[in-house]
């Protein structure tokens, strides 16, 4: 898989996206955000607008009773002109790691679709989110996950 500056730019934005929760950064976290953003998007009740989703995920980016982590492995730009070309989509594996005592799983796997759209002042944003249901994750998928992880964007 080889991909474009563009689909570069974000599998970047992914990648910190992911490491806003990691360093507990709710600010951070919030400027990824478009100010329309739905999460939960497959939900009967999904969170709608910038700051709903920064006030649900609060606790998960606070992260004093779990770490989420996720990366991308896959981005995609839809065509190349126009306004067809402000949109992308991402997607890869998420890690849940519960940190109460003798929590039991104590991890959990799935994996996370991103809609991103180019936003009025040229930074990409995430538009649309949502997820796969975690299963019980042992040892070795953890590993696998970590094992999985890119900083450098296939490109060519």
Same mark, same amino acid.
């Given at each position: 898989?080889v991909?474009?500056? !563009?689909?570069?730019?974000?599998?970047?934005?992914?990648?910190?996206?992911?490491r806003? #929760?990691a360093?507990n950064d709710?600010?951070?976290?919030?400027?990824?955000l478009?100010? !329309?953003?739905?999460?939960?998007?497959?939900?009967? &009740?999904?969170t709608?607008?910038? !700051?709903?989703?920064?006030?649900?995920?609060a606790r998960?980016?606070?992260g004093?009773?779990?770490k989420?982590?996720?990366?991308p492995t896959?981005v995609?730009?839809?065509g190349?002109?126009?306004a067809?070309g &402000?949109?992308a989509w991402?997607?890869?594996?998420?890690?849940?790691e519960d940190?109460? &005592?003798?929590a +039991?799983?104590?991890?959990?796997?799935?994996a996370?679709h991103s #809609?991103? #759209?180019?936003?009025?002042d040229?930074v990409?944003?995430?538009?649309f +989110? +949502?997820g796969?249901?975690q299963?019980?994750?042992s040892e070795? !998928?953890?590993?696998?996950?970590?094992?999985?992880?890119?900083?450098?964007?296939?490109?060519g």
């Open positions: 898989m991909l474009s500056a !563009d689909e570069c730019a974000v599998w970047t934005r992914e990648l910190g996206f992911a806003s #929760v360093e709710a600010t951070a976290f919030a400027e990824h478009h100010a !329309d953003a739905t999460f939960g998007a497959s939900q009967p &009740e999904p709608r607008g910038r !700051d709903a989703v920064a006030k649900r995920w998960i980016v606070e004093k009773r779990g989420l982590s996720w990366y896959r995609t730009i839809a190349n002109a126009g067809v &402000e949109i991402s997607s890869g594996p998420s890690l849940y940190l109460t &005592e003798g +039991d799983p104590r991890y959990a796997i799935g996370f #809609v991103w #759209v180019h936003d009025a040229g990409w944003r995430v538009l +989110d +949502d796969v249901e299963v019980r994750a070795a !998928d953890v590993a696998a996950f970590h094992a999985g992880r890119r900083e450098t964007c296939p490109s």
